[in-house]
């Protein structure tokens, strides 16, 4: 397994953290570029103008992640600490899709100016594979069932034979389902920054599951 750099791009300011190692992604070397203008405060979007299914989301998510937290201009990230996504990236609300999938009821919100919002990873050691921010999606999964609700971010970083140019292909990839002929990886961490799981996809097949 080789080591990897992973990178976070949103903008102008930098900070960077060195990753505990853990199964999977080992030795992760995290820098996040963060803007910090004209980012708009969480919980800002009228509840009403939402899905009954969504709206309820938005207020299990707000209080478990965002209510006791200082607004984005505030926000810091220091050395050898998590990356805490929640604080530094707001879902997009009003975009959100709704799903069931294996018996959850899936909520999949995309990241607000997205295209300002990037994730890449850069191979260590022997490794020869770079995957480049620009390649990247990222959204927020929330799924409920009777257990109440659970949240991840989700972010695909697709490889450069794939996308030939076409960023739209990523647009083509969702927490459901992914493009047949999807080439690259995906990651999971919790909206705190956790580490959950990754995945590693060649011509539409999955090759490595690393999970912890």
């Not at 998590?82 to 069931?100: E, G, M, R």
């Not at 921010?133 to 971010?153: C, D, H, M, Q, W």
Request: hydrophobic share 35%.
């Amino acid at each position: 397994m080789p080591e990897w750099k992973l990178f976070i791009i949103e903008d102008n300011l930098i900070s960077m953290f060195l990753k505990q190692p853990k199964p999977g992604l080992r030795h992760l070397l995290l820098i996040a570029v963060i803007l910090m203008i004209g980012c708009k405060k969480a919980g800002d979007t009228n509840e009403g103008e939402l899905k009954p299914e969504v709206a309820e989301a938005k207020l299990w998510y707000d209080k478990a992640y965002t209510a006791l937290k200082p607004a984005k201009h505030n926000a810091t990230v220091t050395a050898n600490k998590t990356f805490d996504f929640s604080v530094l990236i707001n879902p997009d609300w009003q975009n959100a899709l709704t799903y069931q999938r294996h018996g959850d009821e899936v909520i999949e919100i995309p990241v607000e100016q997205p295209g300002k919002f990037g994730v890449g990873l850069i191979g260590k050691g022997d490794a020869a594979v770079e995957y480049k921010p620009e390649n990247s999606k990222t959204i927020f999964v929330l799924l409920k069932n009777a257990g109440g609700y659970r949240a991840f971010i989700m972010t695909l970083i697709a490889d450069a034979d794939y996308l030939k140019g076409d960023y739209t292909k990523l647009q083509n990839n969702h927490y459901n389902k992914r493009d047949p002929k999807f080439s690259g990886v995906l990651v999971y961490y919790t909206p705190e920054g956790k580490y959950s799981n990754n995945w590693t996809y060649k011509d539409g097949n999955c090759l490595v599951n690393n999970s912890l």
